[in-house]
């Protein structure tokens, strides 16, 4: 089970700090699996943002975010964050957090295997 938090109302140029409690099952620990953020406004498809592998060696970022919005993990908390600077209203939606296998991978939502329930992020003014 995935668990995300952090969401809320922010201006324009705020910033917001998503959280994403990665519980372990199927055997397998937190830090065995890559963990990716979608996103999805009212109306548009789920959209990938960001991922950070296994151990953290890779991250990933969609052109849109790239400079604004920075993903870490921390296994001993089994969390990962994603830190959102410099907002802008097309940011607005609900984010999702998901894990895979201890890789990234594309952008697809297909290919994570589970998914938190979302939080709503609104970059309003």
């Known amino acids: 089970q995935l668990v995300e938090s952090g969401g809320g109302l922010v201006q324009p140029g705020g910033s917001l700090r998503l959280s994403c409690v990665v519980s372990?099952?199927?055997?397998?620990?937190?830090?065995?699996?890559?963990v990716g953020w979608f996103r999805q406004a009212p109306g548009k498809e789920r959209e990938g943002v960001s991922c950070?592998?296994?151990?953290?060696?890779?991250?990933n970022y969609v052109d849109s975010v790239k400079g604004r919005f920075s993903i870490s993990r921390d296994d001993a908390k089994n969390t990962v964050y994603l830190q959102m600077n410099s907002l802008k209203p097309e940011d607005t939606g609900v984010y999702y957090c998901?894990?895979?296998?201890?890789?990234?991978?594309?952008?697809?939502?297909?290919?994570?295997?589970?998914w938190g329930q979302g939080t709503q992020v609104t970059v309003s003014s």
């Open positions: 998901a894990s895979r296998g201890p890789s990234c991978g594309g952008w697809g939502p297909h290919e994570y295997e589970y």
């Open positions: 372990t099952f199927a055997g397998f620990t937190m830090d065995y699996y890559a």
């Open positions: 950070i592998s296994s151990g953290g060696g890779t991250t």
